[in-house]
């Protein structure tokens, strides 16, 4: 048996076990991975855990010595309101299994599967296409847009559209400035922005908690950074970029809706990207976006982005659910129209439920 492993309440078999997520094994393991991403960090995991309060572990294949041979991090979700769960990763725009070859990523899911025949959840979601096996389905709701920043700033500038490269420079002319320094206050600058937009899309913020504990586990122990674009240092724009392995990606993104006229959100891109590039990072993702948002898609597109289907793998007896729904558009017209508080008060306590 391996050491420092959580106690399983069922068996299995002497390769396949149950590792804390901050076993040192498990860092290392992500960070020998060409795929491991910031999703498959413990600091991000524990920024989920302790927000949300759902039990995190990784599932991995281990060899005679205690080695990892491939992983996965799961939380699982218990739920009055969406039941009995569970997701690698919930809140990750993508979490594909990790492992040095096929052959131990086809044995870690097949001791997944098991686990689900034992365990008995409603589902198991992994954000991720994997190979196709029985009891396993797809669902394709998503696409990904990512940048090759190895091509160098000045052909990533020739390949954006010609207004992704006009604006940034009338920007400029405006006066807008950016700031990407680490100030305490930035967390709350993009909170503020984050929220007007939220609630114009009719969408329920994330609890503020969880962008105070992103500042703490992330931001501040290098792994992400804060991007403000200001005119007369009032913020108009902003956006979070994590990283990690030498990749990067735009998280999270706002903008004040009374100055779109501005266009500070294609400034701030343009002051990502290039921070990106600056940092020697060979890769970089806008994150997921619904298949059906095609002014989002447009909007990345235009910075000459690959536009990839992103599909994610569901086992166990419930079907996936393609989204939407008469509840879902009452709740969008509900957030737009009322007060900021309704945003906030919906996301406090839908989120860790939708997890």
């Not at 931001?219 to 990283?243: D, E, F, R």
């Not at 729904?325 to 017209?333: F, K, T, V």
Request: glycine letters at 6%.
């Amino acid at each position: 048996m391996l050491t420092n492993i959580v106690d399983l309440d069922f068996l299995v078999t002497t390769k396949i076990a149950k590792l804390s997520v901050d076993d040192q094994r498990w860092l290392d393991f992500v960070c020998r991975q060409p795929s491991g991403s910031i999703f498959h960090h413990p600091a991000w995991i524990a920024t989920l855990t302790q927000c949300y309060g759902h039990p995190t572990f990784v599932l991995v294949l281990t060899n005679p010595q205690g080695e990892i041979l491939a992983g996965m991090p799961i939380m699982q979700i218990k739920s009055w309101l969406t039941g009995f769960r569970w997701v690698s990763l919930p809140f990750s725009d993508y979490c594909p299994p990790l492992s040095q070859s096929q052959c131990d990523l086809n044995l870690l899911l097949d001791g997944l599967l098991q686990l689900n025949k034992e365990i008995n959840p409603d589902k198991i979601e992994i954000r991720w296409q994997t190979t196709e096996r029985e009891g396993c389905k797809l669902l394709t709701q998503h696409v990904l847009h990512s940048l090759n920043l190895e091509a160098g700033l000045q052909t990533i500038y020739n390949n954006c559209s010609r207004k992704f490269r006009q604006y940034p420079h009338r920007a400029q002319r405006l006066g807008l400035e950016v700031n990407s320094e680490a100030r305490p206050e930035d967390i709350e600058a993009f909170y503020r922005l984050h929220l007007k937009t939220r609630r114009k899309l009719g969408v329920p913020i994330q609890p503020k908690k969880y962008f105070r504990l992103l500042n703490t586990n992330v931001i501040q122990k290098g792994l992400g950074k804060v991007v403000i674009v200001s005119h007369n240092k009032k913020p108009l724009s902003a956006a979070i970029i994590l990283h990690f392995n030498n990749k990067s990606m735009i998280k999270y993104s706002a903008s004040d809706p009374s100055y779109l006229d501005m266009r500070s959100q294609y400034y701030l891109f343009w002051k990502c990207i290039e921070w990106s590039c600056q940092q020697g990072h060979c890769y970089m993702d806008f994150g997921k976006t619904d298949i059906s948002d095609e002014g989002l898609r447009h909007f990345k597109n235009g910075w000459g982005t690959n536009e990839e289907f992103l599909p994610y793998s569901y086992i166990g007896n419930s079907t996936p659910n393609p989204s939407s729904g008469r509840l879902n558009i009452l709740l969008r017209q509900v957030v737009r129209h009322s007060p900021p508080l309704v945003c906030r008060l919906a996301g406090e306590l839908l989120y860790k439920h939708f997890a």
